[in-house]
């Protein structure tokens, strides 16, 4: 091959390689498979080192853009030119091999110091890397020992790799079947595992979240029964005074409910303008009364005054007593259901966090998130003067979309390359408290659960670094007992395959040496002898039996066509008209037999064919059924026939219904009625034939399908005559219509016989 036309496959081998990248295969989250890699590996020693360092750089580049670093790519086109090399003196997977001596240790250092992943973590990617290589290589190397690559690439291969030896070929398949269930083995169990630990996590999350919001929701209830019960006790006051109690005595009341509160920041009330009356503690945190402050803008006071009832506000920035965050319960001041204040709690949030930080596991992190999306508390994180909220962040954005109570994962930074992105995901609980909008939330980073199948990984990488060292002492060990005897059993395999009969694998003097191997050759014999004498007794007794039928229905269909012609041209005054009755029944009922064995013919040698028109089935069962049905007047018939049209045979379909009446009559010697039943369902045609006969006996109907086959029960009865072919016929002709037939016992005795036809109409096709 040219210089060109090298550079030109380079071309399609890379953007062909660059798309198959774009598609990895996820064993684990942040662990892909690159299928580019199956396209790169073939074509180093193929295209040579520098084309095939070319067409790795373009497949990788992908690379750069998913992962953020270019390490990747430049260690695939190190490897393309150093494959491209070596395997001008080794097979692919050896070359390959002793590239990645040195190049695990390039990736390790690469991305430990390219990206934040832990040493673990950077030596299960780096191996990771190294499988995405050598997998390829050692498919490449199986495909490469083919005859029928070899026959086409032939040209392009380097003397290398022209010439290999049995053991190296029979290894090389040894590995490729052992690694590939090895690998497959290994995912699933790490696939498995990582789906038990998330089981694990959501389990946890969740009840982690249930917990803390029964945390919460018995706070925020004892701070609300504690608002009503404050503005109960100064109303009392108020009308047992006829007046508002004096702001002194309303601030030693306050001071007493702080001291004994060990929820409450501040006790505060308020008159009906917002503005307070008296605060405990009664200083700001400028050192300043706050009493007689204004807080007519808050969301709470309008809340309180139009719901007159205890309300716990969301999240907003405390501008009193307490600085950063806040939230209160707050009660209305009702005389005579006439708003005249409110008394109000704020809620000890740092201690509420700190409750929380005691329920959480190693590594969870837990939030208090109001209806508007303000933070009330956050564990993993220092609160600020404002309270944060989550609109507009991704967390928000999934909250939005996530179930009041469940687990998701979420990216906190969804534009990261995957391995950061995979690093920084997190899991996410959550459950909704009692007090409506609000949710706690239970957050825990991802990568914990990630890379807790790393040691699967790595003991799997590690199998398979120990199955490639011992490979090839093993196989070559192998190779040598069971070559010869090998080779000997398949070629006598290829030509027994080829149509020779009298092959044997060993001769009488052969001795392989292995007991196992030596059993294999004679056990090959023995079963070359046997197969050639089982073949020529399946010959002679198929020809012998081709031979009757063919006889037997030639010879019998022409005396038996002339005795009827002969038959009709009789005088009636000659012979009694009940004789010439008989006599013609009886000819009827051998051309049938006759009519049967040429059909069984036909159909075994698969000449057999239906001519379908346009047929209203229910005239052609009745007409048949009652031809049938007169020649036996102990079996009334009953008829019930709905109008079915179709495409069918009407010949072979005669001699369906035939058969099947016939069968219902003459197995039922005692007499009885036979039931014929024809209606259309879904689109079909359902005949069922019944009767009270001697029934199917307990091997059930499918026996008396095969051909010459009567059942053991029915051939009990001596007066049944026939071939035993006709239920073999229908079926046959009923399958060949697309329908199906089968036989059930009825209830009380009996026999049913049912068959499902395909309308097969083309005009609805």
Known sequence: MSGRARFAWALVVGLLGHALNRFPVELIPGIDILLGFFLIIPAAPLLGPWCAGLAAG??????????????????????????????????????????????????????????????????????????????????????????????????????ALRTFTLSSAVGSA???????????????????????????????????????????????????????LLASVVMDWWEREGERPPQPQLEELLR???????????????????????????????AQPVAGSNFADRAYFRDVRSKRAPVVSGVFAGRATVTGPVMVAVAPLLRQQRFEGFTSVAINLPRMRAVAQERLAPGQRALLVDPDGNVAFDTGATPGPEPQSLKGTALGEMLSTLPATGTRTYDTEPQAPPLRRTLGAR???????????????????????????????????????????LAIPVTRLLTRMLSRPVEAVSHAAGRMAAGERDVRAFGALHHSGAIEVEKLGLAFDEMAARLQRHLEEVERV?????????????????????????????????????????????????????????????????????????????????????RRAASAPQHPLK???????????????????????????????????????????????????????????????????????????????????????????????????????????????GTCATVRLPRNDPREA
Not at 644 to 650: K, L, N, P, Q, R
Not at 659 to 688: F, H, K, M, Q, T
């Open 639 to 749: 008829l019930s026939l709905e109008r079915v049209d179709g495409w069918w045979d009407e010949p072979r379909l005669e001699q369906v219904v035939y058969n099947l009446v016939d069968n219902a009559i003459r197995y039922s010697p005692e007499g009885g009625p036979v039931e014929v039943v024809l209606r259309r369902e879904d689109g079909d045609a359902l005949l069922e034939v019944k009767d009270r006969g001697v029934g199917l006996g307990p091997r059930g109907g499918e026996e008396l399908f095969s051909r010459a086959l009567r059942g053991g029960t029915l051939s009990t009865i001596s007066r049944v005559e026939g071939l035993g072919v006709g239920l073999y016929l229908s079926r046959e002709i009923i399958t060949r219509h697309g329908g199906s037939i089968h036989l059930a016992a009825r209830e009380g005795g």
């Open 174 to 228: 040894l590995l490729l079947a052992l690694v590939l269930p090895l690998l497959m083995v290994g995912t699933l169990e790490g696939r498995a595992r990582y789906a038990a630990e998330r089981r694990r996590m959501d389990d946890q999350g969740l009840s982690t979240a249930h917990l803390l919001a029964e945390t919460v929701d018995a706070e925020l209830s004892t701070a609300q029964s504690q608002t009503a």
């Open 542 to 626: 198929s020809q012998a039996k081709a031979a009757f039928f063919s006889i037997a229905s030639h010879e019998l269909k022409t005396p038996l066509a002339t005795l009827k012609l002969r038959l009709q041209r009789l005088r009636p005054d000659t012979v009694r008209q009940q004789d010439l009755v008989l006599m013609d029944r009886q000819v009827d009922r051998l051309a049938r037999l006759v009519n049967q064995l040429l059909d069984v013919s036909e159909l075994a040698s698969g000449r057999l064919s239906l001519a379908q028109v346009p047929l209203e089935l229910s005239a052609l069962v009745r007409r048949v059924s009652e």
């Open 58 to 159: 373009i497949a990788m580049s992908v690379t750069v853009q998913m992962w953020g670093h270019p390490w990747s790519m430049l260690g695939s086109m190190m490897e393309g030119v150093v494959l491209g090399a070596l395997t001008r003196r080794y097979w692919p997977l050896q070359a390959d091999g002793i590239f990645w001596l040195g190049g695990i240790p390039y990736l390790i250092v690469s991305y430990h110091l390219g990206e934040d992943v832990t040493a673990t973590s950077t030596f299960a990617i780096a191996f990771k890397q190294a499988l995405n290589s050598l997998v390829p290589a050692l498919l490449t190397q199986v495909v490469l020992m083919t005859p029928m690559a070899r026959a086409r690439l032939w040209p392009l291969l380097t003397p």
């Open 427 to 469: 899991h996410l609980a959550t459950a909704t408290l009692l007090q409506p909008g609000w949710r706690v939330l239970v957050e825990h980073p991802m990568h914990d659960l990630d890379f807790s199948v790393i040691g699967t990984y790595s003991a799997l990488l590690a199998t398979l670094a120990l199955a490639l060292v």
């Open 256 to 286: 007493d409910w702080v001291y004994h509160s060990a929820f409450a920041l501040n006790c505060s009330i308020g008159d009906s303008d917002g503005s307070l009356v008296a605060i405990w503690p009664p200083l700001g945190v400028a």
